[in-house]
């Protein structure tokens, strides 16, 4: 009995879940420390982040190109409109949905976190491959990690 498969062996490399599961995880891992030192929360850093690469949203497509109940992130834009480092106004053309926005102060602080951040993952992660490699990772990744946003064009 054959199953199709005679003659080829399984692949040497491990699926990419099994290796980018735990090499997310621990690059939170050595996140969570430097986003609190900045007073930031994972949700809160994924919101500022999120609003530099498309401002003025609304709060369901905020909460959906980040992968959160609209529900649930209400309290980390509270928080973040507190502090002063978002703003929230009416859209004009529904009353009922709230346009965002990074203020000045959200700015610095995302790009402090993500210059922190980065300089550990160069430190860390990048520093064990070769520079010609790491610029290929790098990009690839980049590839990889668009077609995975939930508002990319593309099915």
Known sequence: MTDGSAGHRPTERADLAAMIG?????LM???LPILQRHGLSM??????????R????T????AQAIGADKTRI???????????????EPDPEDRRARLLGLTAAGERLRDAAKRDIQRGEDENWL??????????????????AARARPDRDEP
């Open 22 to 26: 735990p090499l997310g995880k621990a």
């Open 29 to 31: 891992n050595d996140e």
């Open 43 to 52: 949700w809160a850093y994924a919101v500022l982040s999120t609003l530099d």
């Open 54 to 57: 498309t401002p003025l949203r």
């Open 59 to 62: 709060q369901a497509a905020l």
């Open 74 to 88: 209400i309290a980390t834009l509270d928080d973040l409109q507190d502090r002063g480092l978002i703003q929230r």
């Open 127 to 144: 520093a064990h491959l070769p520079d010609d490699e790491r610029d290929t990772f790098l990009r690839a990744l980049a590839t990889l």
